[in-house]
């Protein structure tokens, strides 16, 4: 079975950083530079909101408005980990965020997704 | 953005009934290069992670039991709920991923 672990969430004053990070289990995931990786967050009492994706190998990225010039995504395939670099946070930025793996034929398909990471931005 | 907007808000629904979703896309999301929609649909209890259970439209995810079922074309889109169990208590989500930014509808929750 797969397994996506999330980790680096926190509680963080507005304007402040956070790195989240994302780490497949190794003997799963032996190809994980095969797979698409997304990030997707749910605030509170809120929906899912999609944050941003990463293709196989870092060269293609993308990020949802609201996040783009703020967050960086990026991967490092030799230790089958996704990073998720967050800047400038805001309030409207807390809740839950979730690393999902994609499905190889379908690469914005999430068939696989770690338990999440509670990211608090408060004063 | 392409906008996904899913009815109704809540579904109250007898144990072994069907329960229907739908999902309407402010864009059509059907692919002419592959003749697929690039629809899906998540299931997300509380405290647990979402779970996917349709693709294209209409693929069922493995392991997703065949009550499960999904249809539609174009911009209106349906998830079917035959014979639903209690375990199905949940929030039902479309999402597009024909066009970026991927978007999620608001859900559907569906109860006993």
């Known amino acids: 079975e797969v397994q996506l672990v999330e980790s680096g969430g926190g509680l963080v004053q507005p304007g402040g950083s956070l790195r989240l990070s994302c780490e497949a289990s190794?003997?799963?995931?032996?190809?994980?530079?095969?797979?698409?990786i997304h990030w997707v967050r749910q605030g509170p009492g809120k929906g899912l909101q999609w944050v941003a994706r990463i293709d196989v190998d870092g060269s293609v990225t993308d990020y949802a408005d609201s996040v783009k010039g703020r967050f960086t995504i990026s991967r490092d395939n030799a230790k089958n980990t996704v990073h998720l670099e967050m800047h400038s946070l805001r309030v409207e930025d807390t809740g839950v965020y979730y690393c999902?793996?994609?499905?190889?034929?379908?690469?914005?398909?999430?068939?696989?997704w770690g338990q999440g990471t509670l990211v608090t931005v408060s004063t | 953005d392409i906008v996904m907007t899913q009815s109704p808000d809540f579904l109250g629904v007898s144990l072994g009934e069907r329960a229907t979703l739908n999902c309407k896309s402010s864009h059509n999301i059907l692919n002419n290069s592959n003749n697929k929609n690039w629809l899906a649909w998540y299931q997300k209890k509380p405290g647990q992670p979402p779970k996917l259970l349709i693709y294209?439209?209409?693929t069922r995810q493995s392991g997703v039991p065949d009550r499960f079922s999904g249809s539609g074309s174009g911009t209106d889109f349906t998830l079917t709920i035959d014979s639903l169990q209690a375990e199905d208590v949940a929030v039902y989500y479309c999402q597009q991923y024909y066009k970026s930014p991927l978007t999620f509808g608001g859900g559907t929750e569906v109860e006993i």
């Open positions: 999902a793996r994609a499905r190889r034929s379908c690469t914005s398909c999430l068939n696989y």
């Open positions: 190794e003997s799963i995931f032996s190809d994980f530079s095969n797979y698409w």
């Open positions: 294209w439209a209409s």
